[in-house]
Structure formats: C-alpha cells, structure tokens
C-alpha cells in the first residue's frame, strides 16, 4: 500500500505520492524542525509547542497533507469556511497564509516550507518525513544517518540557516534605520547650536 512506502521514508520532491481519497495520513508529519500533530492539533517545534489559531493550523495540516500538490485558493476556502459563512475568502486564505508562515518563521519573499502559486494557490515544498518517532536510545557519538533521510537532514540545516539569516538581515536593517535617525537628530542638534 502506497501509505506503508510513504511511511517508511521520507518524501522528496521526486516521489510525492498522495494518497487516494478515504486513505488517511498519518497523523505525525516532521519537516525541517517542526512536528505537526493532527491528532493533538499542535505544532512543535524542536519539541517545544507553537501557537497557532485552528484555522491556520487546519490549512497547515491541508498543505503538508498534500506535500508538492498544487492547493488550490477553492480548496482551501472549503475546507477552511463552511458553505453558508460570508466573509472575504481573499483575505481570510491570505491572513491564514500570513499566520501560517509566522509560526513557522517563514519570509514569503523566501519560502521554505510553503511556495506561493501567484493567481492559483499554495504548495508545501518542503521534504516530509510521516509516521512515529523512532525510538533510540540516547547516543554521546553523532552518527550520521544511512537510512537515506540525508535529504531532509542537509535541508533542514539549510532552512535553520536561512531562518537565522534572515533574523540577522532584519537586525541589519534596523540598525541602518536606528543610525540614519541618530545622524538626522545630531545633525538637527548641531545645526541649532550653530545657528543660535
């Protein structure tokens, strides 16, 4: 069963098989460093619970339970809002998305988890790996992984790279304005003093 082979491994891009309608998913999906419980509606990440309103979570589960399928804004509205709720569909799958990518940490501008289709919808684009968390018992010596997971590991090195990079990036930018505004104020003080 397609389920049992998913479950073995982890997805990358080139085999993101979906299960046919009726099939479940597994209700533990790990991505990057983040675990998203269905069951227990949480998401954790490195173990530590996110806050996330119900239905950011719910179009969360939708997108990472159709990893590398297009969803589209249709799917997500049904899914999100019953058929007799009136409210802008627009905005409410965009303020989703919007909450959905701060739990995560995520810039739109540098999607590492959910990729916008302009016009169409959304698509999860990170590598998933489903099923329970192996058991191990604690081990001092680092021992790379040989089950072929080196995909997801060297990916979310790189997501967690990005992440920080991109908190230096905001740090930077408001150091440049905390300065700029520094250099008005004290050119503004001295040209007072000079001009008294």
Known sequence: MVIDELARGVIGFGDMTIPARGESFPHILRFGIFELDSEAEQLHRNGRVVRIQPKPFKLLCLLAGQAGKLVTR????????????????????????KQVREALGEDAD??????TVPKRGYRFVAPLDRGPVPVQAPDPIYRPPTDGSLNKLLWTHIAELKIVESGRQKRRKIAMIVSAVAAVVLALVAAFVFLR
């Open 110 to 115: 540098r999607p590492l988890y959910i990729q």
């Open 74 to 97: 249709e799917e997500i509205q049904k899914t999100l809002w019953t058929s007799d709720t009136f409210v802008d569909f627009d905005q409410g799958v965009n303020f989703a998305i």
